[in-house]
């Protein structure tokens, strides 16, 4: 049998970083999917075969050698989600160093030892074929280390002893609350791994879905009213979550009053978000009202994001530029690079927005719409493996 887990990406609203150091964010859930499929081997298939469809590596473990380097730990380690220790980063680093991880890809070896993590932490020392593919760029603020986490934790708790499913199933299946807040946990350990000090707010909205307000490790489900438009423009820049949430909390700690006020300011535009999107529109005047008013919210939310260190160059250019079309933008995850949310409202004509996606595209950017706010991690089984 092979169980696949897809779960989704997501965009920030309002609020990245902030919601790191306890301020509230607003995420919603995209249509575009992370998805991890696993089929156990027979025992004495002693291995463990990893690939990364994305970026295009491929890892063998002999179960035998795993549980060598990392038998201390027991198997499975714990039922309930656990931490990584920092000796034991080092022990899942030796796995994968032996596998000769190319240098040109080194920063995407966190999300190796994040599956070693939890893989062995949920399933133990079992033989299996695992394979990743993702609609998700990666690195580019969409959240695809969180979709990664939460479709991993998923695929392996289905298979686990802690969350009994109905595997007779056809298509896709959701977990119900107390199995998928267990998925949560384990993909915010997986987080921890890849990010440093995530917040929670993204393997949270990839978890459960929709449009959440988040803080201080707190989810609340928020009932959007809004037809909300976004065009995502991707500007191709790499960049690192954990290096920009780093940066973020050196600046915090060398201009705490200063940065104390910038992080209230994004809680203010937060909780002014999370009311707009709530409310009923009565007519069209008070929605295209409402959309002005998210527009400004967004340009004030990246005025602070810029004061922040995390804007670039190439998230400037895609600012300017839908301000000619007088369209409002900002980053959204961790900035420095990546994507870039452009507010559609409803009165926009699709003429209008061609051109922009065209000048855009003119500069190597890559824009496109996604669905807002769709459902969380789901599951199925396939029988015919
Ligand atoms: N499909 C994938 N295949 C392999 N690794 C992935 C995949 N998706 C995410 N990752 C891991 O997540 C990291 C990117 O996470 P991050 O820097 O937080 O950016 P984001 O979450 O915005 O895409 C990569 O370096 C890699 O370790
Ligand atoms: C910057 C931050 O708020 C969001 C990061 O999102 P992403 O990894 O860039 O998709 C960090 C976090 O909340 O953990
Ligand atoms: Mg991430």
């Known amino acids: 049998m092979e169980v696949t887990a897809r779960a989704p990406g997501k965009i920030i609203l309002a609020g990245e970083h902030a919601v790191v ?3 509230t964010a607003v995420a919603s859930s995209i249509d575009l999917y992370t998805v991890f499929s696993i089929r156990l081997r027979s025992e004495d298939d002693d291995t463990v075969k990893l690939t990364l469809n994305d970026i295009g590596l491929d890892f063998s473990w002999s179960v035998r050698r795993i549980k060598e380097v990392l038998s201390h730990l027991g198997s499975p380690f714990s039922s309930t989600p656990t931490s990584c220790s920092l000796e034991t980063i080092k022990s899942l680093a030796t796995l994968v160093d032996e596998q000769s991880f190319p240098e040109t890809k080194i920063g995407l070896a966190s999300g190796v030892y994040a599956f070693l993590w939890l893989y062995t932490s949920i399933l133990g020392f079992k033989p299996a074929t695992v394979t990743v593919s993702s609609e998700l760029p990666v690195g580019a603020g969409l959240g ?10 998923a695929a392996l708790l289905a298979l686990s002893d802690s969350v009994k499913l109905d595997v007779s199933q056809k298509g896709w299946s959701t977990f119900n609350e107390t199995e998928a807040e267990l998925v949560n946990k384990w993909a915010f350990e997986g987080e921890k791994i890849i990010h440093g000090r995530p ?20 989810m609340t489900r928020v009932n959007s009213n809004m037809p909300l438009r976004m065009l995502i423009t991707n500007t191709k820049v790499g960049r690192d979550t954990k290096a920009l ?3 973020v909390s050196a600046r915090k700690s060398r201009h705490p009053d200063a940065m104390c006020s910038v992080l209230n300011a994004i809680e ?10 709530q409310s009923h529109a009565v007519d069209d005047l008070y929605l295209s009202a409402n959309e002005e008013k998210l527009g400004e919210l967004m340009e004030m939310n990246q005025g602070l994001l810029l004061s922040m260190g995390v804007s670039h160059a190439s998230i400037e250019n895609v600012l300017q530029t839908s301000m000619k079309y007088k369209l409002a933008s900002k980053l959204t995850g961790a900035g420095g690079g990546g994507c870039v949310l452009t507010l559609l409202p409803t009165h926009i004509s699709g003429e209008v927005i061609d051109k922009l996606v065209e000048e855009l595209g003119s500069f190597g950017f ?9 459902k969380g991690v789901q599951i199925s089984f396939d029988h015919s493996s």
């Open 199 to 218: 917040s929670g707010v993204d393997n949270s909205v990839s978890t459960f879905g929709n449009v959440i307000k988040f803080k201080s490790g707190v």
């Open 245 to 247: 949430v780093a940066n």
């Open 268 to 277: 203010a535009i937060s909780d002014e978000w999370s009311t707009i999107i």
């Open 144 to 153: 695809s280390s969180a979709a990664y986490c939460v479709s991993l934790s």
């Open 21 to 23: 150091h306890g301020y």
């Open 366 to 374: 890559q824009s496109f719409t996604a669905g807002i706010g769709g």
